[in-house]
């Protein structure tokens, strides 16, 4: 698989050991209109992303991704893998400064509960059951776009300050880093710009987190309605 | 020439009818017939391929794992069970998929016999899915080099 420039298409990093499951991902990724590369473990993912044993970007020996070459508008990922498995992929994007804003999906062929709710607490945007449809990955859509619209418009906003919030998993730094970016996204205030209200959205829903999370534990479907959520924010279980 | 067509496309209405109606195929088999496209023709006999070989592989693993004169290790066989119940379930191969299942259960309870037992049924299951979704590409084929187009089969 090549590596797509990062043109009007979403291109989307799958991860899965089964030939058979990279098939039919990338088939349904293509026929979302969406750039796809396909690896089949959690190490090869790190590695196309640039991530190679906890190396990060600013090392010059390490495979740094131009942004330009390799923008990953979303992962997906498979739970059950050898090695490092999807939780485990899920743990070091969320971890790492450059990549912890790419938005995570994992999939699984079994529905546990305990399992969904592990990974939606790391960062994982949705958790689909296998077999995953059509259906499914247009949910992904709008945590797609929220990337691309992020690369394109907050680059020069983006401040350092921002990892520490980013990789806090426990505790309650939700309302915290809401304010947070609160304060960021105000000065955008001329342009037509959906984040403020996704921003009370948010805010609304981290109310209400436990009725979606439990819906998903007990049908296995991805929550209803696109979940817009803003970077650094773990949602609470 | 249109009459052959006619006759054709109403036969491979019916066998694929049938299919579903048996059991050998649900929902999730349209969901893939609906991700092939002019871009993709052959992406369902692709993945068809994928999960017989599959099929294959596993159930060589399951026989291995169960024809012990030691200990059985039912993880390996479940391990095995857990990836075919995968497969079948994404590929609409209902009665295999529901084999899986039962499997499973047996392997877990560490039913020897009863393992054995399913495997046998696994193994007849897939090579008879096999055999009619072969069929059904022929009768594809069939009314293709006779001038017509395969139908959309609505499964209601």
């Not at chain 2, 599959?54 to 479940?78: E, H, I, P, W, Y």
Request: with cysteine.
């Amino acid at each position: 698989m090549g590596m797509a420039a990062a043109e009007s298409q979403f291109h989307v990093l799958a991860v899965d050991d089964s030939l058979f499951d990279r098939k039919l991902i990338e088939r349904l990724l293509q026929k979302s209109s969406c750039q796809v590369t396909t690896v089949e473990s959690g190490y090869k993912a790190l590695e196309f992303l640039g991530l190679r044993q906890g190396i990060e970007s600013n090392d010059p020996t390490a495979l740094s991704p131009s942004p330009q070459e390799v923008e990953v508008n979303l992962i997906i990922t498979d739970y059950c893998m050898p090695g490092m498995t999807g939780y485990d992929l899920l743990k070091r994007v969320k971890e790492s400064s450059a990549f912890k804003n790419i938005p995570v999906v994992i999939m699984s062929s079994e529905n546990v509960p305990a399992r969904i709710s592990r990974c939606l607490e790391e960062g994982a945007e949705e958790f689909f059951l296998k077999p995953v449809r059509l259906a499914d990955l247009n949910k992904l859509k709008p945590h797609m776009m929220k990337t691309k619209l992020k690369n394109q418009k907050f680059e020069a906003i983006e401040n350092p300050s921002n990892d520490e919030n980013g990789t806090a998993a426990a505790g309650e730094p939700e309302i915290k880093d809401s304010v947070e970016m609160g304060i960021k996204i105000l000065p955008i205030q001329s342009e037509p710009e959906p984040k403020q209200v996704l921003l009370h959205v948010v805010q609304q829903e981290e109310q209400t987190p436990s009725n979606n999370k439990r819906k998903s534990m007990e049908e296995g479907l991805s929550t209803d309605r696109p979940r817009p959520r803003l970077e650094g924010i773990a949602t609470a279980v | 020439m249109d009459s052959l067509v006619a006759q054709l496309q109403m036969q491979y209405r019916n066998y694929v009818l049938s299919l579903y109606q048996q059991g050998f195929l649900d929902d999730q088999f349209t969901e893939l017939k609906s991700l092939q496209d002019d871009g993709s023709p052959d992406f369902v006999s692709e993945v068809l391929s994928l999960f017989f070989d599959d099929c294959v592989k596993l159930v060589g693993n399951m026989a291995r794992a169960l024809d012990q004169t030691g200990t059985v290790d039912f993880s390996q066989v479940g391990a095995s069970v857990h990836q075919l119940k995968g497969s079948s379930s994404s590929v609409g191969a209902k009665r295999v998929k529901g084999l899986c299942i039962n499997f499973k259960e047996l392997c877990e309870a560490k039913n020897y016999e009863g393992c054995v037992r399913c495997l046998q049924q696994v193994d007849i299951e897939y090579k008879t899915l096999k055999a009619k979704l072969q069929d059904m590409f022929n009768l594809e084929k069939q009314i293709v080099q006779a001038g017509g187009i395969v139908p959309q089969v609505d499964i209601k």
